[in-house]
């Protein structure tokens, strides 16, 4: 049965035109991407990308696979692969200072996001959660906070309103299986979702993702993962035949 700070936090996700959940996570221009990396975006194609795809500080020759066409500006390449411009710290002008700042901005989001006193920890102990399989949980609006890895061996869903939010803070790794999916009920969206792995993630085959992951290594979509997300990666990230949307 779950717990009444759970079931109060779940009935009000659904009950109340309040928002639920901490403090939003200010992006900043980080958000204006739906990949971002410091050392490399990747893909096998066809992958299909909707929204800008970016690398700073490395230059172009970190966007591989996406057979690129330079703009006659130099300010941005694009792909068959993404809809939407693809940017590189070795474009022209205004594009390398442009990067710079999203860079810094990504990197402030991080630190914002891992840096919240967890208020909602009762929730972590009362659905159990605390070894980090959450597959099969219904996670209402909150702070969830793992000093270990995250797996989800079966589809989870986050449940809330339009207006309530989420932040994941993981230490360690989060791992989807394959085939699995994070399920939106109630009205949540993606946008308000957060999570912030210190590890690398890896969506297996077939998985779905939903939220903005701040990765402070690699992010990984593995063959058909589809993401109603953006991916912002301290390091690289690879896609293999993947769907990302903004």
Request: without cysteine.
């Amino acid at each position: 049965m779950l717990s009444s700070l759970f079931t109060i936090s779940f009935l009000a996700a659904f009950g109340s035109v309040v928002a639920v959940g901490p403090a939003a996570v200010n992006l900043r221009t980080a958000g204006n991407y739906a990949i971002l990396a410091k050392s490399g975006v990747s893909t096998v194609p066809p992958s299909v990308i909707t929204g800008p795809v970016a690398v700073s500080p490395i230059a172009a020759t970190g966007l591989t696979g996406f057979s690129l066409t330079l703009d006659s500006t130099g300010q941005f390449s694009t792909s068959g692969q993404v809809v939407g411009k693809l940017f590189a710290a070795s474009y022209a002008v205004p594009t390398p200072a442009t990067l710079t700042a999203a860079i810094g901005d990504m990197g402030t989001a991080f630190t914002d996001a891992t840096g919240r006193v967890n208020p909602t920890s009762a929730i972590l102990r009362e659905v159990g959660t605390q070894t980090g399989a959450i597959g099969g949980l219904v996670l209402g609006p909150g702070l969830y906070k793992w000093t270990s890895g995250v797996s989800i061996g079966s589809d989870v869903t986050i449940a809330g309103g339009a207006t309530d939010t989420w932040i994941f803070q993981v230490s360690g790794t989060l791992t989807i299986a394959a085939a699995k999916k994070m399920v939106l009920a109630g009205g949540a969206l993606a946008k308000n979702i957060v999570w912030v792995v210190t590890g690398a993630v890896t969506a297996s085959a077939g998985s779905h993702l939903e939220g903005v992951i701040l990765g402070k290594t690699s992010i990984t979509l593995q063959t058909g993962t589809t993401a109603n997300s953006r991916l912002l990666s301290q390091t690289s990230v690879a896609l293999q035949k993947a769907t990302v949307t903004n």
